[in-house]
């Protein structure tokens, strides 16, 4: 996002191929935080933890205001809407 195009030198790079970024829409973290990743009501049984420990992998670019994480327990990534971070 922040290289410039080449044909346009006054646009970032994606801007010019994608078009403008919304912050709103797809808030960005710096990768690798700890976070801990809530599950939806539907996702876990009723007694359950509500949440699983997680590191944040990147942006959600398809889905509206969402995160990627890793989650070690399952190996595998998923797409959360609610998210809490723990930075240090």
Not at 67 to 76: A, E
């Amino acid at each position: 996002m922040l290289r410039t195009s080449r044909l346009h030198p006054q646009m970032s790079s994606y801007n010019h191929l994608e078009g403008i970024f919304d912050y709103n829409a797809t808030p960005i973290a710096p990768p690798g935080l700890k976070t801990l990743v809530y599950e939806t009501p539907t996702q876990r049984r009723t007694w359950a933890q509500h949440g699983v420990e997680g590191w944040y992998i990147g942006r959600a670019p398809d889905h509206y205001r969402n995160y990627t994480c890793f989650i070690p327990s399952t190996r595998g990534e998923r797409t959360a809407a609610t998210v809490s971070f723990f930075p240090t």
